[in-house]
């Protein structure tokens, strides 16, 4: 048996009719940039995750980069966030020109260590009493932001970051790519921070046919320098107050995006059913850990990650047997070549170079079947009895 990490196919099966209709109706409208099916989209994306307003953009990645550049932040600027996360989250902040300060995670969620992020602000910064903000010692940079990652599916402790934002002052960017349609303590990913990144990639819990992301926050001022950005910081247009970039959503991809966004919290329900199976079989095993599901939160499972000590010869075991899985991600960002001259060494964050060394993804997505989740757990389980 064949099992991919992620197969669409399935997925995009049970609903190409509808799809192609929506699709279709763009060819015909012939408005293939922003125009009505995006701004349907924002609408819906909008309500969904509880922001008063969404913004389309062309990618997750500019996402980031939008945000970072409407709250102002450049060269005198540092912007705390973790390691291990996809590299879009710090190649946003270098690409205005900030500094990444990186806060190591927890061991269970993989997301920001708010205790070490707290020890971080009180011992290793002071503040700045010119403008409040609290200046990094070792740096002097301006600590002006954070940004949350929401890895894997679960939120970070939002409550406790938006504590310690209010206590210093900062801004608060949620990295919530992998995480639409989870919920914190009763609140949704990418409704909490001042502002929220979404990935559109096809991968992602509602994925698109290409790239595609989405801005959401409930500040007018910050919504609005979003907009102007993406079309070159244009407004009205040819007319430029700002140096923005061109980052739209395509009309087509808003269309896939809205039919599947009908079916969202019913794939999110196929892959938490798939999560519960697998941790029920995982839980007594012996050197295999699940992911938990903490206090408070509803996990999306945007991937399924176990930790191992023998990683790499289990995910030999299982593509030898025709089962995928992925490395998210093999070397955390602190010890990356391009990051090289921020200082950092290895063992200076020593959970994520853990995580690195230890997760694998396994096959998780809706369509999954039994048979296949079964086989994938029967195959640990053999490898784990060898």
């Known amino acids: 048996m064949n099992i991919p990490v992620l197969d669409l196919k399935p997925q995009i099966e049970a609903h190409k009719a509808e799809i192609m209709d929506a699709i279709t109706s763009v060819l015909e409208s012939t408005r293939f940039v922003l125009g009505p099916n995006v701004a349907e989209l924002e609408k819906a994306i909008a309500s969904y995750v509880g922001s008063k307003h969404a913004i389309a953009v062309a990618s997750g990645s500019d996402a980031l980069l939008i945000s970072l550049m409407a709250l102002g932040l450049g060269c005198e600027d540092a912007v705390i966030t973790t390691p291990y996360t996809f590299f879009a989250t710090v190649g946003a902040i270098c690409r205005v020109n900030s500094l990444p300060v990186f806060v190591d995670i927890r061991p269970d969620s993989f997301n920001i260590d708010v205790e070490q992020l707290a020890d971080y602000l009180d011992r290793r910064c002071e503040r700045d009493p010119a403008t409040g903000f609290p200046r990094d010692k070792a740096s002097s940079q301006l600590v002006r932001a954070i940004i949350p990652v929401h890895l894997f599916g679960q939120c970070a402790d939002m409550n406790a970051i938006m504590s310690l934002a209010e206590r210093y002052n900062l801004f608060v960017i949620e990295d919530a790519a992998q995480a639409l349609g989870a919920r914190c303590n009763g609140s949704n990913a990418g409704s909490v921070g001042h502002l929220a990144c979404l990935s559109f990639y096809p991968t992602k819990n509602l994925g698109g046919f290409g790239d595609g992301g989405m801005i959401t926050t409930s500040d007018d001022n910050l919504a609005e320098q979003c907009r102007v950005i993406r079309v070159h910081g244009s407004k009205p247009k040819y007319f430029h107050a700002r140096v923005g970039l061109n980052s739209r959503l395509d009309a087509i991809q808003a269309a896939v995006l809205l039919v599947g966004l009908k079916y969202l919290d019913d794939w999110t329900g196929m892959r938490r059913n798939h999560a519960e199976a697998y941790s029920e079989r995982f839980i007594p095993m012996e050197g295999i850990t699940p992911p938990p599901t903490l206090p408070g939160q ?20 299982l593509a030898d047997k025709g089962i995928g899985t992925e490395i998210y991600y093999p070397l955390p960002l602190h010890l990356q070549q391009c990051f090289s001259h921020l200082g950092y060494k290895k063992g200076d964050f020593p959970e994520s170079e853990r995580a690195a060394a230890e997760s694998l993804a396994i096959p998780m997505f809706p369509y999954m079947t039994d048979e296949q989740r079964k086989e994938v757990a029967h195959a640990i389980e053999e490898f784990q009895k060898r």
């Open 298 to 317: 509803h996990h999306v499972f945007n991937q399924y990650v176990v930790r191992t000590k023998r990683r790499d010869a289990l995910r030999q075991f």
